[in-house]
């Protein structure tokens, strides 16, 4: 009867080392397939976007969403844009810490009021929507925002609604 524990016991220990000693290589493939894939994957990676590479030419008149630079944005001054008395929009000046860099918004809370946004500062004069390509009689977009101005240059921004050709609500930050 001993012998047969022997031998159950001496048969346990070479399956339990079997299991671990695969349990071990397939740890082993999984790391190194993992590791090569992920290797790989770097090399289509698109070009570093401003929020991983910052410096003027990455950030400066670029999108700040698909830069990155939004995904840590916070609205550092807010205008209120009225007509009459009325809110009909808001003006932010946003900026990115990641980025190092400002941009504008403008909201329209009027419908069929189009929000327009003006941005000068030394690096860049933007307007947009680009008026070449917006009608009023089709209607515009009730958010714009421009791109981006790198680093802590002074900018001014000017935020509209545009009702029609005679009545147009704005307001200013900066300048």
């Known amino acids: 009867m001993q012998h047969f524990t022997t031998s159950f016991s001496s048969t346990r220990s070479r399956w339990t080392l079997s299991l671990l000693l695969a349990a071990l290589l397939m740890g082993i493939l999984l790391t190194m397939t993992t590791k090569l894939t992920y290797a790989k994957s770097l090399d289509n990676f698109p070009v570093q976007n401003c929020a991983?590479?910052?410096?003027?030419?990455?950030?400066?008149?670029?999108?700040?969403?698909?830069?990155?630079?939004?995904?840590?944005?916070?609205?550092?001054?807010?205008?209120?844009?009225?007509?009459?008395?009325?809110?009909?929009?808001?003006?932010?000046?946003?900026?990115?810490?990641?980025?190092?860099?400002?941009?504008?918004?403008?909201?329209s809370f009027v419908k069929g009021g189009n929000a327009e946004l003006t941005l000068d500062s030394p690096s860049l004069s933007e307007l947009v929507p680009d008026p070449s390509t917006l009608s009023l009689l089709t209607g515009g977009p009730d958010e714009v925002y421009s791109n981006m101005v790198y680093g802590e240059h002074p900018l001014t921004l000017t935020g509209q609604v545009i009702f029609s050709q005679f009545k147009v609500a704005q307001a200013q930050i900066g300048g």
């Open 52 to 107: 991983h590479a910052r410096s003027f030419d990455q950030c400066n008149n670029q999108d700040p969403i698909q830069q990155g630079c939004a995904a840590d944005a916070t609205t550092v001054r807010t205008a209120a844009i009225l007509f009459q008395g009325t809110m009909v929009g808001r003006l932010d000046l946003r900026h990115s810490n990641a980025c190092n860099s400002n941009w504008g918004r403008t909201f």
